[in-house]
């Protein structure tokens, strides 16, 4: 409040002048007033606290519902208290919420607002400005800052009806054929003892309940693994689809990562040299193969953030990564360009033991040369230009 | 609001009317105060009801209308004139030719009062229709609100200086040995309540203005809140107002004027000192010259100035003891008083106290007292060493229980204490209902007991266990907010605890 110094110690010294008690009532009253409302404000945001309630992952085209709660813990009111929160564009427009309120002592208040998961990403809610003042106008407005939180929005996910990946090891027998071989660390029931079988075999625990030489049965062996390869290289799209391209892509590979661990039950990994917005910088991203759902999480919590960046093409992090793979291993390349940088490193992993096929993501029409070396190799090419021909992948 | 404000300026110019009023009124007693303050009141009336007609209707043109309306006041004072006093005696045409008739001293004296509060009033109007609006570019321009209150600060002061004349006359003020003067003085007491509430109306009009134009929506019951809490604060504060002590028997200026004296006093002795020993050696060298046999002496110093005779101060021969305690105490306060505010202003003013702290004086005083404070800290310190203190000490110390009762205030913990005290919390309260920790248990182990327990507070009992791990097994820095984040964890997780408990 302008002049208010001024004006107190005027008052003080017409009290003083003219010998008046009850001025000096008046001039403590002002004075009063200041020292309270500094106070009173001055306490008021330190017992102001604020949570944010929601679901912190979501997938795309999901509607994710956010709820604040505001609560004033402390013995003193808080007249008035104007929030503001800073929202991700992306999912909100406009991309703030603003509220005021008014809060007693011990009172809390909520406020509400709906997030829309249009694009992956990883985004951030906040942080949260709350202002508040006095109602005299005496002391100046105070504001302070809460926490931001992340929401991760996962890529969209297609249902891929059926996948026959290639696969080259012996123990990678999907349910649906004719399996050759057992997995022991996996045990589906028991059987009558025959005669032939291994006293390894026996399961005591059942014979002794039932009476009768009773042998474990053992599940197919399920050790195909599948390693995502997704090129994140500017250069590994056309330049005018780029950033449609890559999100295809990446929404490729998401669908991949699914069906393989959540109907196939097999190990999927995860390879890739991107941006990570978290960090800023490129990173590269490894994640081994696992067939568990929390492993199809961190696949997708990797897929939802990463971005395109300027770095290695998909060959050489091919042949970068190739030592941590196991044997029999299915690769299958994800990119945008299949150059002949590319198709030497799949045909290098191909004669070492590894399945590999490609995804081309809207890509333009392969020379019939390259075509005709990439059936020599047996390297199997899908093209896809759109989410739904991931349905129609063989 | 079209209501209560114009009813709030009228009681306000009511309060300043009546002091101003009394004031000529006692230095022309012809003249009659209700008269001049009647006009001045009912000139604002009739201002803070048809500004708004007026300012929508003539815009502009606004000024010739005021000059009409002048013309008006003056006429409809005269005949109130008339119809009190009547009617001169003479014939028509004496009187009514006499300009002196017609611009009589109370009639222009009630005109100027009612022209000049009619213009402030008016000023006031125009800046609460101008509250909210977008603040301008350039060096002259002052927003309403810093408008509105600079006028109640101005009306204030002026209404306490006629209301201080009004009850203490001009000469009486140089006395400085005459009693002060009590009891309430309504009108004052009526003017600032009323300013403030309208002040505080104004700020919630102002807020809620710019909360519209960001398109935030106000909830319904801010402001039968916003009238409660100021009614609330206003009242506080009147309260403890009115039980601060104001009264004083000692003549101000008198005790002002007794302080000074000692200290002229003490000053003149020490500067007569310095001077006597400067000239002590020049004084011998010339008793040498001359071959005096007298020795040279120290002067004859002459007598201080007397310091002032407390009793001629008092207002009673000699003031009781209580007397005297509370009227150095009231000094005390409005010293105390005046000094926050002036160190508020300097705090809030970062640049002016710069370079009031350049001075050079002031440069000094701060070493000086700096200089001091070391010297009392040194003294303080190597006193404490000596042998009787020590021995003082040990057997206090000794004398001491081994666990005496300590008092934690979780409030007056530092953010790393309370982090700490919350977790205990958790384990003392867990260890209460069945499943505690086992001394082997890292905290990491002992969390999966506790989930399996709390299943519902997980997250949360997670974020605990790191809390907890980070502040007690690290050196990072542990901010009040991560103590606050960390104390709502807490409660989450107690609400889970007595939930159980309850179940069970």
Known sequence: MRRFFPFLLFLFFIALILRIDFFFTIAYLFFLLFVLARLWVGRGLQQVYFERQFTPRAFSGDTVAVEVQVRNSGRLPVPWLHVHESLPVEMISPPFHSEVFSLGAGEHRFFRYDLHARERGVYTLGPLAAETGDVLGLEPTRSTNFGSQQIVVYPRVMHLPRLRLPTRSPLAALPARMPLFEDPARVSGVRDYERGDSPRRIHWSATASAGRLLVKQYQPAVARETLLALDLNLDGYEGRRRREASELAIVAAASLANHIIVRERLAVGLAAEALDPLTHTRERFFLAARSERAHLISVLEVLARVRLVPGLPLGAVLRRERPRLAWGTTIVAITGRADEDLLDALAALRQGGFAVSMLLVQAPDLPLLTRERAALLGISIWPIWREQDLEHTP | ?504
């Open chain 2, 1 to 504: 609001m079209n209501v209560l404000r114009p009813l709030g300026l009228t009681v306000m110019a009511a309060c300043v009317a009546l002091p101003i009023s009394q004031v000529i009124v006692s230095v022309a007693p012809g003249l009659h105060a209700w008269f001049l303050s009647a006009a001045c009141v009912l000139t604002v009336l009739e201002i803070s009801y048809t500004h708004r007609i007026i300012r929508g209707q003539f815009g502009v043109d606004i000024w010739r209308l005021r000059a009409i309306e002048a013309g008006v006041y003056f006429v409809v004072l005269k005949a109130t004139s008339v119809a009190i006093y009547g009617l001169p005696a003479g014939a028509l045409s004496n009187w009514l030719l006499d300009i002196r008739w017609w611009l009589d001293g109370e009639t222009l004296i009630a005109l100027v009062l009612a022209v000049a509060f009619a213009l402030a009033v008016d000023g006031a109007l125009q800046d609460f229709d101008r509250v909210g609006e977008a603040a301008e570019h350039g060096r002259d321009y002052i927003s309403s609100v810093d408008s509105l209150t600079g006028q109640f600060f101005t009306g204030g002061v002026v209404l306490m200086i006629f209301a201080g004349l009004a009850r203490v006359s001009l000469i009486e003020i140089l006395n400085t040995e005459r009693p002060p003067v009590t009891g309430l003085v309504g009108e004052v007491l009526v003017y600032f309540l009323v300013g403030l509430l309208l002040i505080s109306q104004v700020r919630l009009e102002l807020l809620a203005v710019r909360w519209q134009a960001q398109g935030v929506r106000t909830p319904p019951n801010l402001t039968p809140r916003w009238v409660r809490y100021t009614v609330a604060f206003i009242g506080l504060a009147g309260l403890v107002a009115f039980v601060l002590p104001t009264g004083y028997t000692l003549g101000t200026l008198g005790v002002l004027g007794g302080i000074l004296s000692y200290a002229l006093g003490v000053l003149w002795i020490i500067v007569f000192l310095l001077i006597s020993l400067m000239l002590l050696p020049i004084n011998w060298l010339a008793s040498l010259i001359r071959g005096s046999a007298v020795p040279p002496t120290l002067p004859a110093q002459p007598p201080p100035p007397p310091p002032p005779n407390i009793n001629n101060l008092a207002q009673h021969p000699l003031p009781p003891w209580l007397d005297t305690a509370r009227d150095i105490f009231v000094i005390l306060v409005i010293i105390a008083f005046v000094a926050y505010l002036v160190w508020n202003y300097l705090r809030d003013r970062p640049g002016l106290y710069g370079s009031l702290k350049a001075l050079a004086p002031l440069r000094a005083l701060r070493r000086f007292w700096a200089a001091l404070r070391h010297r009392v800290s040194g003294i303080v310190a190597s006193a404490r060493e000596t042998a009787p203190m020590v021995w003082l000490r040990d057997r206090l110390r000794r004398a001491a229980p081994a666990n005496p009762w300590s008092y934690f205030r979780l409030g007056a913990a530092t953010p790393r204490e309370q982090v700490l005290f919350y977790y205990l919390s958790l384990l003392r309260r867990a260890g209460q209902q069945g499943f505690g920790r086992r001394p082997p248990q890292s905290p990491r182990d002992y969390e999966p007991v506790l989930q399996e327990n709390l299943p519902d507070a997980a997250p949360e009992l997670q974020a605990m266990t790191s809390a907890f791990e980070e502040t007690r097994y690290s050196e990072h820095p542990v901010t009040p907010q991560q103590a606050k984040e960390t104390r709502a964890v807490w409660q989450r997780i107690r609400a889970a605890l007595n939930g159980k408990k309850r179940d069970a």
